[in-house]
Nanobody, 120 residues
Framework: QVQLVESGGGLVQAGGSLRLSCADS????????MGWYRQAPGKQRELVAV???????NYANSVKGRFFISRGAAKNTVYLQMNSLKPEDTAVYYC??????????????WGQGTQVTVSS
């Protein structure tokens, strides 16, 4: 059973940094891609950053040059380093995992979300 556990959210002043972590320590599935999405109050959930099994990354235009996604040494772990944070980055951040089982069945999972609040 896959369970994504997120950590690292919190309150920070504008211009500050946070690092989010997401791990699934119990999964035996293979990663196709892992990423981060965010949802601000009254807005739709949007992609922030994603990294695939080949290490290729993709970022939302609004975070390019400020946020950096990376994979951890531990299996099925991903980080999001967020620098130069702005009040408009305030949102609940969700980890997402696109996984495949040994039989090739594809699964998609979400973490519970972690709040990031940037004060001006």
């Amino acid at each position: 059973q896959v369970q994504l556990v997120e950590s690292g959210g919190g309150l920070v002043q504008a211009g500050g940094s946070l690092r989010l972590s997401c791990a699934d320590s119990r999964s035996i599935f293979s990663i196709n891609a892992m990423g981060w999405y965010r949802q601000a109050p009254g807005k739709q959930r949007e992609l922030v950053a994603v990294i695939n099994s080949g290490g290729n990354t993709n970022y939302a235009n609004s975070v390019k040059g400020r946020f950096f996604i990376s994979r951890g040494a531990a299996k099925n772990t991903v980080y999001l380093q967020m620098n130069s944070l702005k009040p408009e980055d305030t949102a609940v951040y969700y980890c997402n995992a696109d996984l495949s089982s040994g039989t090739g069945t594809r699964y998609n999972y979400w973490g519970q979300g972690t709040q990031v609040t940037v004060s001006s």
